[in-house]
């Protein structure tokens, strides 16, 4: 499950960063920073830095652990709604009869 999660994970990773580096994105990056005012220009370039430095770091890590959570969610629901159905179709009965009490 791990593996599916993280083999997702990594194309995702890729298609963010390919995203990231297109030059339309570079551009409306630069343009949000050049309509600031000179003193909040520079501080607004170093959080976009640091915020590049911080996805770098965990953006993979995170991705994966939340598609985990995914995979395992929907294998959870998968298994649940295949019980359902076989117990609803008469697949898994008891073969005892019920109690009268």
Same mark, same amino acid.
């Given at each position: 499950? +791990? ?5 997702i994970?990594?194309?995702l990773?890729?298609? &963010?960063?390919?995203l990231?580096?297109?030059p339309?994105?570079?551009?409306l +990056? &630069? =343009?949000s920073?050049?309509?600031? &005012?000179?003193?909040?220009a520079?501080?607004?370039r170093?959080?976009l !830095?640091? +915020?590049? =430095?911080l996805?770098?770091?965990i953006?993979?890590? #995170? ?5 985990t #959570?995914? $995979?395992? &969610?929907?294998?959870? +629901?998968? !298994? /649940?709604s295949?019980?359902i /159905?076989l !117990?609803e179709?008469? $697949?898994l009965?008891s073969r ?6």
């Open positions: 499950m +791990q593996r599916l999660a993280r083999w994970a990594r194309r990773w890729w298609g &963010s960063l390919w990231m580096r297109r339309g994105m570079r551009r +990056q &630069s =343009a920073i050049r309509w600031m &005012s000179p003193e909040r520079e501080r607004a170093r959080s !830095v640091r +915020q590049n =430095a996805a770098r770091r953006g993979l890590p #995170l991705i994966t652990f939340l598609l #959570l995914l $995979v395992a &969610s929907l294998a959870i +629901q998968a !298994v /649940y295949a019980a /159905y !117990v179709s008469g $697949v009965r005892r009869p019920p109690e009268e009490g």
